[in-house]
Structures are given as C-alpha cells and as structure tokens.
C-alpha cells in the first residue's frame, strides 16, 4: 500500500516539475489578429480596429486584467486633431493621444508624418478601438489629380499590472516606454506583442486642385462678390430712404 502511495506521489511530482518547466521555458502562446477598416466618406472618417487574442483558456492569464496600447503611424496627408482627441477623453470615449504636437492648418506638403496612441483595457478576448482621422488639403497642381495616402499596420503593446511579461521572453520581442494614460503625463513601460494583420494597407485617395481652373474660379468669385455686394447695397439704401417717404 505504500509503495503504491509513494509511486502516485511520484507521477504527481513528474507531472507538476514538467508543467512548471513548460510554463517556465514557454510560457506565452500569444495569438492575436489584427483588423484594420476604415470608415465614412470625404476628408473626416474613422479608423477601427479588432484586436482578437488566443481563445486557448490556459494562455489568457497573458493578457488578462492588462492594458493594451495601440501605436499608429500616419502619413503627412492625415492627422488627428488633438483638441478633438482632448474631448473625446474628457467625456470617456476614447482614450488616445498624438505622440508631437500637430498643426492642423498645414498643407500636406509641409507636414510630416505622425503618431498617435491609443490605449484601452482588455477585459475578453476581444478588444475593439478607433480612432477620427482627417486628411489635409494638398497644393493645386495643372490638370488636377488625385493624392494616395497609405496608412500602414498598427503596433501593439500590453501592460499589466504584475511582472507576468518578464516570463514571456519569447512571445513578447521588447519593451518601449511612453504614456501610461492619455490623461496624464506619466510614462510607462509597454511590452511589444506580435501580431497577424488579417487586412489590407488602407488606401485613402484625396482630390488635388486643378490650377487651370484658377481664372475661371477667380473670375466666377469676383463675379459673386460684386453681385453680392451691389445687392446689399441697395437693400441699405431702401432702408434708409424708406422713413423718409412715409413722413412725407
């Protein structure tokens, strides 16, 4: 009867050092797929993005109760208006930050590429984000065009509140340090996670300006401003020679 305890406790042993072995020498199976989309019409639309971890039960301490920070680079013909951005945290919708200070009155051609972050809490296995993004005016060119703006692949990171991703050296490729919180100026520092891209690079086509119209514009213009100006004029002046006429 003893022997037979002692083996049991034995198997058991084996079997407990070579899950800690396994989880020591493996411990993350990060699994996680990117959907990149974007929305509306015109020069002010929406980007969303579906962020889905691992449905494997054993690998969701990795990511559980951590904070998922999502950086995304965009091209000198598309910007985020941080004073929108500043609203959007205040009321709670959306928890992101541009990395440097943006001037939204800029052509394209004197601005430069730029970054913003987005952050949110994982609470499932599913995280969705989105960001409003506005694509700047381009200088007229002859004959008109139109102007391709490409916004790559985001880059994701996590924070979690316990050391659980020292652990996982071979999942998660290294560390950067930026914001904890859009709302405030403390830095954090955020482990990159690898992903697979399940969409394609967007593609944002904007109108360029046809500078051969530039006359016919200007003359139209000067046209309407006149008009306009000489129909005020008399709509004063039958105003102030209206009293007149019923006193007499």
Not at 2 to 10: D, T, Y
Not at 133 to 150: I, T
Not at 174 to 182: E, K, Y
Request: with cysteine.
């Amino acid at each position: 009867m003893s022997a037979s305890h002692g083996m049991a406790a034995l198997m058991i042993s084996i079997l407990f050092l070579s899950l800690i072995c396994d989880i020591t020498t493996n411990p993350c199976k990060l699994d996680v797929k990117v959907e990149q989309v974007i929305h509306n019409e015109g020069f002010h639309r929406n980007i969303t993005y579906r962020i889905v971890f691992t449905e494997d039960y054993e690998d969701r301490w990795s990511y559980r109760d951590c904070v998922l920070g999502l950086e995304q680079t965009l091209p000198a013909g598309v910007y985020t208006n941080p004073d929108e951005l500043g609203d959007l945290r205040r009321i709670n919708r959306l928890n992101a930050i541009p990395k440097n200070r943006i001037n939204v009155e800029l052509p394209t051609e004197q601005s430069e590429p730029n970054v913003v972050y987005i952050m949110d809490n994982v609470r499932d296995s599913q995280v969705y984000m989105w960001l409003p993004v506005h694509a700047r005016y381009h200088q007229a060119v002859p004959g008109g065009s139109m102007a391709r703006n490409e916004i790559g692949a985001p880059k994701l990171y996590l924070r979690c509140p316990d050391q659980r991703l020292d652990l996982c050296k071979k999942a998660v490729a290294s560390s950067m340090t930026f914001l904890c919180n859009g709302s405030s100026k403390e830095k954090c520092i955020w482990k990159s996670i690898p992903f697979t891209m399940m969409t394609d690079m967007i593609v944002w086509d904007v109108p360029v300006g046809n500078t051969d119209d530039y006359y016919i514009v200007a003359g139209g213009t000067s046209i309407v401003i006149i008009v306009g100006s000489l129909y005020l004029l008399k709509i004063i002046h039958e105003y102030k020679v209206r009293p007149k006429q019923k006193l007499q």
